[in-house]
């Protein structure tokens, strides 16, 4: 039973209406994986973060989250299953302080542990400890970008996806945020599901990557494999 992924995605075809964004994928995600999905703007990376939410759903294929189908269930209960995501465009809330905004994120497992993970949250981001009364709006982007994150791992999330942490970031700053989620995955195991348009970062940090055109999965193989591939560094890398 160890051997099962803990994530897995077997033929998912997504639409929206008429148009197919997701032509038929399979994706594993092992238990203490950093598994990361690049590819070009428009290529499926978001829906396919998207349809494991069950919003939109599969139209065909299945999602399967520890050996149990999610395919057809409500998205709030799929939160319930401990699948936490920091959607893209790091949707916080901004009129809320930051403090209110982590327990947003603990409000998913009734603010079981809540102080206890508090303090780990401020432990990895002492940004968010310094700014706890201030309104999220007013954090930088990089700062509300760990809120987003900060507030997935309130709930404790078995699998925490991320889709495009480094969207709009300076290169400090994603190398901070990419340090956190590598240091959270080496220390605690956590298990992640990366979707990034910044293939170098993203391939360096995962263990393994899938690579995704037009709405199909096109290569996978190890982050150093991908990031050794010329037709990768082709695409993905060179002059981007
Ligand atoms: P990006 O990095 O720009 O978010 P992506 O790889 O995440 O790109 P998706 O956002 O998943 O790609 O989009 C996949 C395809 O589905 C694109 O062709 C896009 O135009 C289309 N699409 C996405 N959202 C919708 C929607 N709400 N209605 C119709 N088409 C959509």
Redesign the pocket.
């Known amino acids: 039973a160890d051997a099962a992924p803990l994530l897995q995605l077997r033929g998912v075809e997504t639409f ?2 008429k ?1 197919q ?1 997701l032509k038929g994928i399979d994706i594993d995600v092992n238990s203490g994986e950093i598994v990361t999905l690049i ?10 973060m ?1 349809t494991i939410f069950g919003a939109p759903r599969a139209r065909r294929g299945r999602v399967v989250f520890d050996g149990k189908d999610i395919t057809a269930l409500p998205t709030h209960l799929i939160a319930r299953l401990s699948i936490a995501q920091s959607p ?1 465009g790091r949707r916080i809330f901004p009129r809320m302080t930051v403090f209110e905004n982590l327990q947003m994120g603990a409000s998913i497992n009734n603010f079981a542990h809540f102080d206890e993970d508090l303090e780990r949250v401020f432990t990895l981001f002492p940004r968010l400890k310094e700014r706890a009364p201030q309104r999220g709006g007013t954090l930088s982007g990089g700062e509300q970008q760990m809120l987003a994150i900060a507030r997935a791992l309130m709930s404790r999330p078995r699998l925490l996806m991320l ?2 942490p480094s969207l709009g970031l300076a290169p400090l700053v994603v190398k901070q945020i990419f340090e956190v989620i590598a240091d959270l995955n080496k220390r605690e195991g956590l298990t992640v599901f990366l ?1 990034e ?1 910044n293939a170098f970062h993203a391939l360096k940090l995962a263990h393994r990557g899938y690579v ?1 055109v037009n ?1 199909l999965v096109t290569m996978q193989g190890t982050g150093a494999e991908l990031l050794a591939r010329p037709e990768v560094r082709a695409a993905y890398l060179e002059g981007g």
């Open positions: 929206y209406g148009i964004a590819g070009a703007n428009g290529a499926g990376k978001s829906t396919t998207m893209e889709d495009e979707v348009q995704m709405g």
